[in-house]
């Protein structure tokens, strides 16, 4: 997944940093993704889910607004209606990239942005809330011992998450002036309320009143025990097979046609956890699973080993090569069951590098339906004509090299 480092012109006219991360393969779509109150486009959470949207052939931007992160500004000199101008402005400087954004995503006080910006950005298909409040000035409850001091002084010094940040009398106005709830009433995109019932900052209150308040088609998926940063791996990694798995109903992921003889495309493993074994497996844009080791072997038992997958390729060719015989034959087969064991251990033959003996998978095929003697060994030799079976009996040459 390329990523990559751009700057753009925020609403005060400061250099606002970003991330592109843009897709191996065809880019389908665009989504712009804005962090929460006081953190940064490159928290786990955007950058987790910022590489799935990637897989999928959905390009996403984050970035840091006004003030945070890496970008220009003082913080003091923002307010809500800022990040929502900011997003505003990181939507028009895609669009100047001819990749308009049709996903909108957002996190916590990041999230109602998200929904303002949307009815003002109409090439809008969806919306995505992770954690976010139905009314933004839920966020001063972060400073509330420091209200007096900022309505005297005009701003004060506060600590959030350990950092200090100072706080304006304007931001305070602009947050209690919001009315969140009115244009949820208006909402044209489809929304995805995503949020965690033991979500301590922003209550799960928030997210029934959001998505009370929108009209369809609108979803809502429980966050189980996350918490409001979704900081563990595994929660962060939930949230972006929901968003992934949601968002092909409403925005158009259709890929080009391969050219003629074309193959099947790239299957890419990429590290999810490097401490662990865990593989994101993605086939061209439309398929990802998980590769792992079990739980014996140091992985976390989350998807096959590259052996189970070597036999699954196996049992799913020889499946589809004996139901294309008979559905051509037009024979009696009501189904086909495969089953195929392998003679190997991938995390032990990862340790050992074993050479030195020849692989050998036991295949096991069951056939139902009112098939003749003759019919039935017909198809056992058409398994053996199944091209992954001959593929593992010929020899096969792996060109290696090296890539930036």
């Not at 088609?217 to 189980?224: A, E, G, I, Q, R």
């Not at 792992?292 to 049992?315: H, Q, V």
Request: with cysteine; hydrophobic share 40%; charged share 25%.
């Amino acid at each position: 997944m390329p990523s990559g480092k751009i700057t753009f012109t925020g609403h005060a006219g400061h250099a606002l940093a970003a991330r592109l991360d843009m897709p191996d393969g065809p880019h389908l779509a665009t989504a712009l993704f804005a962090h929460c109150f006081t953190c940064s486009k490159d928290i786990a959470a955007a950058r987790r889910i910022a590489a799935r949207l990637a897989g999928l052939g959905i390009a996403v931007l984050r970035f840091d607004f006004t003030g945070l992160g890496h970008s220009e500004g003082e913080f003091e000199n923002t307010h809500f209606s800022s990040n929502v101008e900011d997003i505003v402005q990181a939507a028009k400087a895609l669009s100047d990239r001819d990749m308009t954004p049709t996903l909108l995503i957002g996190h916590s006080l990041g999230g109602a942005a998200i929904i303002k910006a949307a009815s003002l950005l109409p090439d809008t298909k969806a919306v995505v809330t992770i954690g976010a409040p139905a009314d933004p000035a839920h966020v001063v409850e972060n400073f509330r011992d420091a209200l007096p001091r900022i309505r005297a002084e005009g701003s004060a010094e506060v600590y959030l998450g350990g950092r200090p940040f100072r706080v304006s009398k304007d931001f305070v106005e602009d947050v209690n002036a919001s009315d969140l709830e009115a244009i949820l009433g208006k909402l044209k995109p489809a929304l995805l309320v995503l949020h965690a019932p033991r979500d301590e900052l922003v209550s799960i209150d928030n997210a029934a009143r959001i998505f009370m308040a929108a009209k369809h088609p609108k979803s809502f998926v429980t966050l189980d025990d996350a918490d409001h940063l979704i900081t563990r791996p595994d929660d962060a990694e939930y949230v972006a097979q929901v968003i992934t798995a949601w968002v092909s109903k409403y925005v158009e992921l259709t890929p080009p046609a391969p050219p003629p003889g074309a193959p099947e495309g790239i299957v890419r493993a990429s590290e999810a956890d490097p401490r662990g074994f865990l593989q994101d497996i993605q086939s061209g844009p439309n398929h990802h699973t998980y590769a792992d080791e079990p739980l014996a072997y140091g992985g976390t038992n989350k998807g096959m080993s590259p052996y189970g997958f070597l036999s699954t390729g196996l049992a799913a060719c020889t499946s589809m090569t004996i139901r294309m015989y008979a559905r051509r034959k037009g024979w009696p087969l009501d189904h086909v069951r495969v089953d195929v064991s392998h003679d190997k251990v991938h995390a032990q033959d990862a340790e050992t590098g074993t050479r030195d003996r020849v692989d050998q998978f036991q295949r096991e095929i069951s056939l139902d339906g009112a098939l003749d003697h003759d019919q039935r060994a017909r198809l056992l030799e058409i398994a053996d004509r199944c091209p992954v079976h001959r593929t593992l009996e010929g020899s096969s040459k792996v060109l290696t090299k090296l890539v930036d």
